[in-house]
């Protein structure tokens, strides 16, 4: 009896023993970190897995705070967590911190808890899951949505999704802001046609009928008009797709172009100026052929009116001489009135402008018109334009006309040369005594000592068929506000030509 209670304790204690083992195969090499940690936060045990992760070896973690493995900013919470589950023992709880690899590194881990009594105190187990892939993930995905919604308030551009099977709409924040509605309204295809211009109402619900029967793609435009008779316009442009069961749906945006109607609205405006600007000093270039034209008849009717007056004095008067100069003298009249009445036909005369100028925002904005040239000549550009220059007096059109026939003579001068040649460069600097200097530098061919010379003169021109009035009306316009323009060579190509306006008078 005795040797087979032996037997059996024997076999007891190597079941034990072979358990236990099994248990420390399992914690040591369970692809999970483990901590037991006392009510103190000592780590009075963890496995092999858990030490690597860590950077450690075993021995270096246990008897140690447990603190000391988490981020210091991370350390008060854990503490919290760890006195809530001291203060209620067998229940689970979990968190998600930060952890210190022994390099320094970071780590996130999702902890799950509980603590447990033992004969000599409590003692909480820990089992810890390495999620920092998911949190990177996380991070980058918020990154991503921030970097996509600046974007879109950047860019005036909300995105939307429409279902046509449920109806359902998703609008973006930016798309919201376009409508002006508060987002925690729910979007639908009615409240989006409230906001619709009354004019463009009809149009639009007809469009969206269509394309989801037809299920296509659209990209129209169209206006807004805001509670406060604000009017928008915006343009759509969406896509058909089919989600994973093959329903239909729209994936679209929605841009906010109101500020790019009204600019391309100002620059139509803008080269309507500056055409009628060229037609005006066209002919104030033009005024040595007029008044040659005009000076002929005129002077032909002074004559024959000085001579209808002696013939009128004379005994007797010779009438028949009187009228044929009288006849003559309605003729010339009538010629000289067809001169003036080709000029009135060409441009309706105006007084000159004096208004106060912002010459770098003049520069500018003759920049923006011109950039699709530039662009297509293949020329880069640069500027530099001057910080605190004063304000010039004059007509902002006029001025504006010289520079961008500077600008085109420029990009002309260049379509010869190779493409690493093709630069353009225009810079404002303070001008002495008081003044604005603006200067537009090219590196074409240049112009030789006898052009510089020439360049300026009516009619003359480089350029084959060209009428020879640009530079000339340039340089009438700039004298015309008191200033100075003239060419020098760009060495080792090119030409630069500059013009001064004085500045604004003080009051």
């Known amino acids: 009896m005795a040797d087979g209670t032996g037997e059996s304790s024997s076999r007891t204690e190597a079941a034990l023993r072979d358990s236990e083992a099994l248990w420390r195969e399992v914690f040591e090499h369970n692809p999970v970190m483990y901590f037991m940690v006392d009510a103190n936060g000592v780590v009075q045990s963890v496995n092999g897995f ?36 001291l203060d209620d023992p067998g229940r689970s709880r979990n968190w998600e911190v930060r952890k210190v690899r022994k390099d320094g590194s970071l780590l996130w881990v999702r902890e799950n808890a509980k ?18 892939e998911r949190k990177d993930a996380e991070d ?46 729910e979007p639908t295809l009615e409240i989006a046609l409230e906001r619709t211009h009354p004019d463009d109402r ?33 343009r759509a442009v969406a896509h058909a797709v089919r989600d994973g069961v093959g329903n239909l749906e729209f994936i679209g945006a929605v841009m906010d ?57 004379r ?22 009135a067809n001169v003036i009445g080709g000029i009135r036909d060409l441009v309706k005369k105006a007084p000159p402008r004096k208004d106060a100028i912002d010459m770098n925002q003049a520069v500018s904005e003759m920049i923006a018109l011109t950039r ?50 093709r630069k353009l460069r225009i810079t404002t600097a303070h001008a002495e005594p008081a003044g604005v200097l603006v200067s537009v530098q090219d590196f074409g061919p240049g112009l030789s000592t006898e052009l510089i010379e020439r360049v300026f003169a009516p009619f003359y021109s ?25 060419v020098t060579a760009n060495e080792p190509y090119g030409a630069v030509f500059h013009f001064t306006v004085p500045a604004n008078p003080p009051l």
């Open 50 to 85: 858990g030490a690597a992760q860590l950077g450690y070896e075993v021995d270096e973690l246990i008897g140690q705070p447990v603190l000391g493995v988490f981020l210091e900013a991370d350390r008060p919470f854990v503490k919290r967590k760890m006195t809530l589950c």
């Open 115 to 132: 603590a447990v009594k033992r004969a000599d105190g409590f003692l909480v187990l820990i089992a810890c899951e390495d999620i920092t």
């Open 140 to 185: 980058a995905l918020r990154q991503s949505e921030m970097y996509l919604a600046e974007a879109q308030r950047i860019s005036h551009t909300g995105s939307f999704g429409w279902r046509i099977a449920t109806g359902e709409i998703v609008w973006s924040a930016e798309t919201y802001r376009i409508f002006e509605y508060d987002p925690s309204l």
């Open 202 to 234: 009809a149009f639009v619900r007809q469009l969206l009928e269509r394309v989801a029967r037809q299920q296509a793609n659209w990209d129209v435009e169209h206006r807004l008009m805001m509670p406060d008779g604000r009017i928008k316009d915006v």
């Open 257 to 313: 172009v109101t500020a790019s109607h009204r600019a391309a609205q100002d620059l139509s405006r803008a080269r309507a100026e500056l055409a009628h600007v060229a037609r005006v000093t066209t002919l104030g270039e033009m005024t040595a052929a007029i008044a040659h034209e005009v000076n002929q008849p005129i002077a032909a009717m002074v004559t024959d009116a000085q001579a209808s007056l002696n013939w009128l004095r």
């Open 315 to 336: 005994e007797p008067v010779e009438l028949g001489e009187v009228r044929q100069a009288l006849d003559r003298i309605v003729t010339n009249g009538n010629r000289a």
């Open 372 to 421: 699709a040239e530039i662009s297509g000549s293949g020329v880069s550009l640069e500027t530099a334009l001057a910080s605190d220059l004063p304000m010039v007096e004059g007509d902002r059109i006029q001025l504006q006309q010289i520079l961008l026939n500077l600008i085109v003579n420029a990009l002309q001068a260049m379509s010869a040369v190779p493409q690493e040649r």
């Open 462 to 486: 480089t350029k084959p068929g060209g009428l020879g009035m640009g530079l000339s009306i340039c340089r009438s316009i700039v004298e015309a506000h008191e200033g100075r323009l003239w």
